[in-house]
Each structure stands twice: as C-alpha cells, then as structure tokens.
C-alpha cells in the first residue's frame, strides 16, 4: 500500500520545497507541480511532492492523520 502525507510548506527553492509536520522538516521535490507558494499544503510520497492541496483541504487532510497518529499512540 502507498501512502501520500499531507505536509506544509515552509521555504522554496528552485525544485524542491523544504516541507514540514509536527516539527519534523524535509526537502522534497516539487517539479510535479505547476505553482507551489510557502503556506500550501502538498501530498508527498516518496520525496516528490505529487498534489498541491488548498489550505482547507490541506488542513483536513492533516487533520485525518494528527487523529489516525494518536490513535496509534494510545494502543
């Protein structure tokens, strides 16, 4: 099964983004996509950035997994 994280965007360059998540933070490929802004929401999957996601959905998204993860963490 594979799996796309939703991450947020911290700082560009030319094609790569450095992306983050709870503090963790990653640089990740993003000349799949047309136009990435710092604030955007983008589903990563194997170091490339595969979608950009608008802020409400990006925010939904990361929502989904911040409960799937603390589920996790009371089992």
């Known amino acids: 099964m594979c799996i796309a994280v939703p ?26 996509l047309e136009k990435v802004n710092i604030g955007d929401y983008v589903l990563v999957h194997a170091g490339c950035a595969i979608e950009r996601l608008d802020r409400e959905e990006g925010e939904k998204t990361k929502a989904i997994f911040d409960e799937l993860f603390s589920e996790e963490d009371e089992s």
Request: net charge positive; proline share 0%.
């Open 7 to 32: 991450l947020k965007v911290i700082k560009l360059f030319e094609e790569e983004a450095v992306v983050g998540y709870k503090g963790v933070s990653m640089r990740v490929n993003i000349s799949l």
